[in-house]
């Protein structure tokens, strides 16, 4: 197994099915998964734990994906950050605000989320090197 599948990811995801969908797909893929419904529930988590990867939906209740991200990057800044959106106007607006994340649009093949999520993780873990 490669050092990659040791990597946790936090999944906040505010749909029930895309939520669940998303965990079981990165699980199988070899990560280790902690999901939540928004991003408010994500903070504690992020302050009380380590995570490799934050992968967000942008439009949540309470605190949307951006927000979130931002907040991420100020509790650990070593967590890199992906977003999923259905929203093209979204999309443009998580590159301003969050230049160095990636953005998947929704509709999006399982294996296409687990390629760029290696692909962001090993960006990581190159840069270390």
């Given amino acids: 197994m490669s ?7 936090l999944l906040a995801e505010d749909d029930e099915a895309m939520r669940t969908y998303l965990e079981r797909a990165l699980e199988q893929a070899g990560y280790g998964v902690d999901a939540v419904d928004r991003g408010t529930e994500a903070i504690p988590l992020l302050e009380n ?3 490799d990867l934050l992968l967000s939906d942008i439009v949540m209740p309470e605190m949307d994906g951006i927000e979130l991200a931002q907040r991420c990057n100020e509790i650990s800044p070593t967590t ?6 259905g929203f093209a106007a979204v999309t443009l607006k998580a590159s301003r605000e969050q230049p160095h994340a990636k953005v998947l649009s929704k509709p999006f093949h399982l294996r296409d989320l687990v390629m760029e999520v290696e692909r962001v993780l090993e960006e990581k873990v190159s840069a270390q090197l």
Avoid: Q
């Fill in 3 to 9: 050092e990659l599948h040791h990597k946790r990811i």
């Fill in 49 to 51: 734990d380590h995570y």
């Fill in 80 to 85: 890199k950050v992906m977003f999923i959106t």
